[in-house]
């Protein structure tokens, strides 16, 4: 009995190590977290930082490189459209640029925030244990004369709002239309991959769907059905080889009757010479 319960211990650990691994990063989305913009947030950048975030908004909300970030609940949530799906990023992947983000402009700063200098980041290595500290070492030291400029706002989805908000299938086929800005973390461009992977399911049920309509349609069937055998293949716009009914009779006729005029003529003429004789 002892020993069956040691390795089921073991089994568990195991399983627990890898649900641990597979949590690092980004998880699944359509996470709720209890945001609801009707409209796009006012964005403002923090000074000195490659960072927007939003003073109007009661939530710790922010944009960098190309996308939207939350910490809420002591997670972070990540998307690249102002309103979600959000997906769940683990403390091991959030960028560094995102945890240096000062205490001062978290505008729902959680309770263990308290005491901290708000011109300074949060104390990440405090809070999340010496295990995290040491595999995000030196996140809190950087250059700050060669910091990068702040990515450009997608401010196109200013028009996506309400009932107009796309759905996920839709979201990446728009991002990358209307916004050409090519992230530069390592995170923000795996989160782009997967979001396309994701919606690129979605996308082929839905054209499938639209092609069954149209097959239903009146005429579909003989629009696409091939051209029967003998049939004639016009190109449009050229003129055809035949003459239009009447012309060409008419000018056949003509010339007869100019044929039988002219042989008439002839006889005569030699009747005439015949008499002569």
């Not at 925030?113 to 070492?137: I, K, N, V």
């Not at 979605?202 to 051209?227: E, F, L, V, Y």
């Amino acid at each position: 009995m002892r020993q069956g319960l040691i390795v089921l211990w073991m089994v568990l650990c195991s399983v627990t190590s890898a649900v641990a691994q597979v949590s690092i990063g980004i998880g699944l989305p359509h996470v709720s977290i209890g945001i609801n913009l009707p409209l796009y947030p006012e964005l403002v950048p923090v000074p000195g930082y490659p960072v927007y975030y939003a003073p109007r908004m009661e939530a710790n909300y922010f944009f960098y490189d190309g996308m939207y970030w939350v910490y809420q609940g002591d997670n972070w949530y990540a998307s690249s459209w102002y309103n979600g799906p959000w997906w769940i990023v683990g403390p091991e992947a959030v960028p560094v640029f995102v945890l240096r983000i000062p205490v001062g402009y978290y505008r729902r700063p959680p309770v263990y925030f308290r005491g901290w200098r708000p011109d300074a980041p949060p104390r990440w290595g405090e809070h999340w244990g010496r295990g995290w500290e040491q595999r995000r070492a030196g996140w809190d030291r950087w250059n700050r004369g060669s910091v990068p400029r702040p990515a450009p706002l997608p401010v196109y989805q200013r028009q996506y709002s309400g009932d107009r908000y796309p759905r996920l299938e839709q979201q990446h086929a728009l991002h990358s239309q209307q916004y050409r800005y090519q992230p530069r973390d390592t995170v923000v461009r795996q989160h782009y991959r997967e979001q396309a992977a994701r919606s690129a399911p979605a996308q082929r049920g839905n054209q499938g769907a639209i092609q069954q309509r149209s097959d239903r349609q009146p005429g579909a069937a003989a629009q696409r059905a091939p051209m029967s055998q003998g049939q004639e293949h016009r190109p449009e716009g050229r003129a055809s080889q035949e003459p239009p009914r009447g012309q060409g009779q008419g000018e056949g006729l003509g010339q007869g009757q100019g044929q039988r005029q002219g042989k008439g003529r002839g006889d005569d003429e030699e009747r005439g010479r015949e008499r002569n004789r």
